[in-house]
DNA sequence: CGCGTTTGACCAGCGC
DNA sequence: GCGCTGGTCAAACGCG
C-alpha cells in the first residue's frame, strides 16, 4: 500500500520513465514532499532508509566508475605494450620467414643475405606498427565499428576476396597530425567477432572523453586549435576511458562532479592483476560493458527496453 | 551549412 | 602486359 503510494509519487515526479531512476535525486525531492502529503512515520523511516541505500549504492556506483577508468586505462596500456611485443615477435619471424624463402627462391646467390633486407626496407618502414584487436559484438550489428576509445574517420569499405563481409577502413579523427589507421573487418569464420588492424601509433593521448562524452554538459575551453596538440594537462581524467567500454555510461557519472579521488581506497594490485589478465582476453570490452551494464542495472536500475 | 559517411573510381603491387 | 586484389581518394549524399 505504502509502497504504492510511494512509486506513484516518484512517477509523477519523473517524466515518463517510471522504471528507470533518476533516484539519486529523487529521493531527496520526495523527502520533501512526504511532510506536505499525509505522512505516517513509517513511510518516513522508510523513505530515510530508501535514501540512505540509495547513497550507498551511488557511492558504490562511483566506486566502480573509478575502478572501471583504472582498469580500462591499464588494460590500454597494457595492450599497448602486448602489441608492441606481438609486433616485435612477428616482425622477426617475417623476417626469417622471408629469408628462408628469399634463399630457397634464388639459390644461387648465397652470400649476401643482409642486401634484400636492403632491398626491401619499405615494407618494414610501411609497416611501423600493427597490431590486432578481436571484439564480439552482436550479430545482428553490421555496423562495423570497434569502440576503442579513439575517434575514427571511415574513408572507405571493400569487399575482400577471402571473406564475405566488408572491410570498413578508418583513419584517426586526429589525422593528418595522426597517422594511425584501422581496418574492421568479420571474422570470415566467425561473423560475431569484429577484427581490428591497427597502424601506427596515436600522436596524441587516447581519449578525448570530454569531447565524446559531454557535447551538451559543459563546453571545453580547448577547442583544439590547430597548431596545438589537445592538450591534456596531468592524468586523464577517469571518465575518460568510458568511451572505451560504453558512451552510455555517461548517464551514471552525469551531475556528480565530486571529488571522488579515492584511488587509493581500491585495492590497485588487484585491479592491475586483473588488467593483465583480461588483457589476455581479446573480447574484454565487450564482456566488460556487458557485465558492467548488467550490474548498474541490477544495481539501481530497472532494464529499459523500448 | 558543416561534417562525417557512402560508394564508385582510381592507383599500385603482385602473380601469371 | 594483363588481370586481380587491396588500399585510397573524392564527389555525392545524409544528418544535425
Ligand atoms: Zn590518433
Given at each position: 500500500?505504502e509502497?504504492?503510494?510511494?512509486?506513484?509519487?516518484?512517477?509523477?515526479d519523473?517524466?515518463?520513465?517510471?522504471h528507470?531512476?533518476?533516484?539519486?535525486?529523487?529521493g531527496?525531492e520526495f523527502n520533501?514532499?512526504?511532510?506536505?502529503?499525509?505522512?505516517?512515520t513509517?513511510?518516513?523511516d522508510?523513505?530515510?532508509d530508501?535514501e540512505?541505500?540509495?547513497?550507498?549504492?551511488?557511492?558504490e556506483?562511483?566506486?566502480?566508475?573509478?575502478?572501471?577508468?583504472?582498469?580500462?586505462?591499464?588494460y590500454?596500456?597494457?595492450?599497448?605494450?602486448?602489441a608492441?611485443l606481438?609486433r616485435e615477435?612477428?616482425?622477426?619471424?617475417?623476417?626469417?620467414?622471408?629469408?628462408?624463402?628469399?634463399?630457397?627462391?634464388?639459390?644461387?646467390d648465397?652470400s649476401?643475405s643482409?642486401?634484400?633486407?636492403?632491398k626491401?626496407p619499405?615494407?618494414s618502414?610501411?609497416?611501423?606498427?600493427?597490431?590486432?584487436?578481436?571484439?564480439r559484438?552482436d550479430?545482428?550489428?553490421?555496423s562495423?565499428v570497434?569502440?576503442d576509445g579513439y575517434?575514427?574517420?571511415?574513408?572507405?569499405?571493400?569487399?575482400t576476396?577471402?571473406?564475405?563481409s566488408?572491410?570498413?577502413?578508418?583513419?584517426c579523427s586526429?589525422?593528418p597530425?595522426?597517422?594511425?589507421?584501422?581496418?574492421?573487418?568479420?571474422?570470415?569464420?566467425d561473423?560475431?567477432?569484429l577484427?581490428a588492424?591497427y597502424?601506427?601509433e596515436?600522436t596524441?593521448?587516447?581519449?578525448?572523453?570530454?569531447?565524446?562524452?559531454?557535447?551538451?554538459?559543459h563546453?571545453?575551453p580547448v577547442?583544439?586549435?590547430?597548431?596545438?596538440?589537445?592538450?591534456?594537462?596531468?592524468?586523464?581524467p577517469r571518465e575518460?576511458?568510458?568511451p572505451?567500454?560504453?558512451?552510455?555510461?555517461?548517464?551514471?557519472?552525469?551531475?556528480?562532479e565530486?571529488?571522488?579521488?579515492?584511488?587509493c581506497?581500491?585495492p590497485?594490485?588487484?585491479?592491475?592483476?586483473?588488467a593483465s589478465?583480461?588483457?589476455?582476453?581479446?573480447?574484454?570490452?565487450?564482456?566488460?560493458a556487458a557485465a558492467?551494464?548488467?550490474?548498474?542495472?541490477s544495481l539501481?536500475m530497472?532494464?529499459?527496453?523500448?
Open positions: 500500500m509502497e504504492a503510494w510511494v512509486s506513484t509519487s516518484l512517477g509523477l519523473l517524466n515518463t520513465d517510471p528507470r531512476s533518476n533516484e539519486l535525486n529523487l531527496l520533501f514532499m512526504d511532510p506536505q502529503k499525509k505522512t505516517s513509517s513511510i518516513k522508510e523513505a530515510g530508501l540512505a541505500e540509495l547513497k550507498r549504492v551511488r557511492r556506483n562511483e566506486k566502480l566508475e573509478m575502478m572501471l577508468g583504472v582498469m580500462t586505462e591499464n590500454i596500456t597494457l595492450q599497448n605494450k602486448v608492441q606481438a615477435r612477428e616482425e622477426r619471424e617475417a623476417t626469417t620467414t622471408k629469408k628462408r624463402k628469399e634463399e630457397a627462391l634464388h639459390n644461387t648465397s649476401s643482409e642486401e634484400e633486407s636492403c626491401k619499405r615494407e618502414a610501411k609497416k611501423p606498427c600493427v597490431s590486432r584487436a578481436y571484439v559484438t550479430p545482428s550489428d553490421h562495423l570497434v569502440k575517434q575514427w574517420r571511415k574513408y572507405g569499405q571493400k569487399v576476396r577471402d571473406n564475405p566488408p572491410r570498413a577502413y578508418f583513419k586526429f589525422a597530425r595522426c597517422p594511425v589507421k584501422k581496418k574492421v573487418q568479420k571474422k570470415a569464420d561473423p560475431t567477432v577484427m588492424t597502424e601506427g596515436h596524441h593521448p587516447p581519449p578525448t572523453p570530454h569531447d565524446l562524452l559531454t557535447p551538451l554538459t563546453n571545453l577547442s583544439l586549435p590547430s597548431t596545438a596538440l589537445p592538450v591534456f594537462s596531468g592524468a586523464i575518460a576511458t568510458f572505451v567500454i560504453k558512451p552510455n555510461f555517461r548517464k551514471i557519472g552525469h551531475g556528480f565530486e571529488k571522488i579521488d579515492s584511488v581506497d581500491f590497485q594490485l588487484l585491479i592491475q592483476q586483473l589478465t583480461l588483457t589476455k582476453d581479446p573480447n574484454f570490452n565487450t564482456v566488460l558492467i551494464t548488467g550490474h548498474t542495472s539501481g530497472s532494464r529499459r527496453d523500448p
